[in-house]
């Protein structure tokens, strides 16, 4: 279960430069071992890449980051965070963008991140676009950590969905080329790929992530499904609000994770059950999502099977979206008042 340590989102003074956007410990693994980890999201002045290109269609993370965060209000910000960490073996560090990127993370403030948790953890993972992994930004890093982890958000092995539906700006060969430098670095890998980008149906979408999933395994340790959550000023939340985009079922994410795989395959949805997140009937969403969250810390698929009367109606829904050839929210178009559930 999350336990929520501190957060600073929302509209200034929130957002001040030199506070973290939030901090939570949570139940993960390391090598099939449970264990608790410490997240940490910094605030930073935001991904180069939504900055210069738009960013990714479904990404909201600009809504969290400041301007002039610089070296010194990031180190403020892990001394405030220090106060939080109770020594967990895994650190997982998250900046809204990519912290090998030294236009957002100096290499010098990265290095005594990892030094600062270094000491303690086990396992300390930071997230980076594969652009950004070389062994010049690697080779600093790890010496400071007994174990680094680098998380790449591929989102799709298929170049056409990641390019023109996520606008992700890197092919599949980047990404193969940043996860062979990890391993060449001694270091250890993770894939993070989304369900359901938008203007794709929910079969299709099931079949971009199994694909995916195949595709990645083995030559990554973990493998994430992220289903797409509904963030705030992005594309995907025009789609919604204009009912043209529905967030997957959580039987498409119980199906698509059923995958056999080598690899730790895992999900740990954000907003699940939500109408921004990923959802079912509403009967049936806590105990799916907690049978997923147990599979992703045991890899037990047998957890897998479930049952509800909605799952007729989402064999119904794809078989109707694929028939009428569109990703409309068909069920939320035939309800009445829909706008007043927003
Ligand atoms: S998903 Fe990652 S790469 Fe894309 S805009 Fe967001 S932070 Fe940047
Ligand atoms: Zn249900």
Redesign the pocket.
């Known amino acids: 279960m999350k336990e929520i340590l501190e957060g600073f989102r929302g509209s200034p003074p929130m957002q001040s430069p030199e506070r973290y956007i939030a901090a939570w410990r949570e139940p993960d693994a390391i090598d099939g071992k449970p264990v608790d980890a410490f997240v940490l999201i910094l605030r930073t002045r935001g ?1 180069s ?2 900055w210069n290109s738009g ?2 269609t ?2 909201g ?2 809504n969290d980051s400041s301007a002039n965060v610089g070296e010194k209000e990031l180190e403020i910000q892990l001394e405030k965070a220090m106060t939080a960490y109770s020594g967990e073996p895994y650190v997982k560090i998250f900046t ?3 912290f090998l990127d030294p236009e957002e993370v100096p290499l010098s403030f990265a290095k005594k991140l990892v030094e600062t948790f270094g000491g303690e953890a086990q396992r300390i993972l930071i997230e980076s ?1 594969p652009g950004y992994v070389t062994p010049e930004t690697l080779g600093p890093l790890k010496t400071q950590a007994r174990e680094l982890e680098i998380a790449l ?1 591929l989102e799709s092995s298929n170049d056409r969905v990641r390019l023109k539906s996520i606008n ?1 700006g890197f092919t599949f060969r980047e990404y193969v080329k940043a996860v062979e430098v990890i391993k060449a670095e001694g270091l250890v890998s993770k894939t993070y790929l989304l369900l359901k980008p938008p203007f794709l149906t929910e079969k299709e979408a099931l079949r971009d992530a199994v694909e995916s999933i195949k595709a990645v395994d083995g030559i990554t340790e973990t493998i994430s499904l992220n289903p797409v959550n509904i963030q705030k000023r992005t594309l995907v939340e025009y789609l919604w609000r204009r009912g043209v985009y529905r967030p997957p079922w959580l039987w498409t994410l119980m199906e698509a994770l059923k995958t056999p795989t080598k690899s730790r395959l895992m999900s740990s949805p954000t907003a699940g059950g939500g109408k921004r997140g990923v959802h079912n009937c509403g009967e049936c969403d806590q105990e799916i999502i907690k049978r997923i969250e147990e599979f992703s810390l045991t890899q037990d698929r047998e957890l897998l099977n479930a049952d509800c009367p909605c799952k007729k109606d989402w064999d119904v829904f794809m078989e109707a979206e694929e028939f009428m050839g569109t990703t409309a929210d068909i069920g939320r178009l035939l309800e009445t008042s829909t706008e007043q559930s927003f």
Do not use: D, F, T
């Open positions: 991904c890449w939504a960013g990714c479904m990404c993370y600009v809204s963008g990519s676009r958000g992700k």
